[in-house]
């Protein structure tokens, strides 16, 4: 029983590596810091809640087992506040979101003078 | 409302001594110093306001935030690793419906950073700014969803919905 539990632990967390894997290309591939948002807490986060099930499942005590789901759930609740955070401050700071219609715009437009 | 005081009470101080119980990780010795820590933090807490979880909604709210959170994983990753990147990418507006300003809001605008293909942008006072990676038309319709789940979380459905 024990060992059964042991293979399944070593799976879940071989089966959450991938996970942080896509989140770093996804980090690299996609085109402004939203998109690579997206990635980083949607990914990782999964990719997190696997190994940290697979660790729990293989814990010596229920203690312990515990300490992992709840290292996981403090890491949910600081990724998406912290996803927003930077978020928010981004668009704060004028970078606008590129949308297919608007491809190569990383920056707001140049505003056209006035006239006064 | 003595009653209530003492129940919140019994609630701090178990909460607090399972999380204890997990971070020493079981050891005895470790009381010595988590009682009394215990009994402080419980002191320090805020009182309880009208914000409250209803306990059979959250129990069925969880593995449906769990799913979400698989299926959001899931999709990015495969985004990601696609050989052509063809995002369709919006920043769309979604105007709140059922839930009051306040904690349940907040709640929301986490919770969307871990759902399939959503970013919360901004919380403004009447709508949900929310960055979209790959738009599908069923995406206003699933965050629709999400807010009545949300609201009946917090108990907040019936009266809204009565006085529109």
């Known amino acids: ?116 | 409302m003595t009653g209530r005081r003492w129940q919140a009470w019994a609630w701090r101080l178990t909460a607090l001594a399972l999380l204890w119980w997990a971070l020493s990780a079981g050891d005895p010795r470790a009381w010595a110093w988590g009682l009394p820590v215990i009994v402080v933090t419980a002191g320090l807490m805020p009182p309880p306001g009208a914000w409250r979880w209803r306990l059979l909604a959250a129990l069925t709210f969880l593995p449906h935030a769990l799913w979400l959170s698989l299926r959001g994983g899931l999709q990015v990753a495969g985004l990601a690793c696609r050989r052509q990147l063809a995002l369709d990418t919006r920043v769309i507006e979604y105007p709140w419906q059922q839930l009051p300003e306040g904690p349940a809001r907040l709640f929301m605008a986490s919770l969307l950073n871990l759902v399939p293909g959503t970013l919360t942008l901004r919380l403004s006072q009447d709508a949900l700014h929310v960055h979209v990676l790959h738009y599908q038309d069923d995406t206003p319709g699933s965050l629709r969803r999400l807010e009545r789940r949300i609201a009946r979380l917090y108990g907040v459905a019936q009266h809204r919905e009565a006085s529109p």
């Open chain 1, 1 to 116: 029983m024990t060992e059964l539990l042991a293979w399944f632990g070593s799976a879940l967390v071989l089966i959450g590596l991938p996970f942080f894997v896509a989140g770093s290309l996804g980090l690299v591939r996609f085109p402004d810091v939203y998109a690579r948002l997206h990635a980083l807490t949607k990914a990782d986060t999964l990719g997190l809640g696997l190994i940290c099930l697979g660790l729990a499942v293989q814990a010596g005590s229920l203690a312990a087992a515990l300490k992992y789901l709840l290292i996981w759930l403090l890491m949910l609740v600081a990724s998406s506040i912290g996803a927003t955070l930077i978020a928010a401050t981004a668009l704060a700071c004028g970078i606008t979101p590129r949308t297919p219609a608007a491809p190569t715009s990383e920056r707001p437009a140049p505003r056209r003078p006035t006239a006064r």
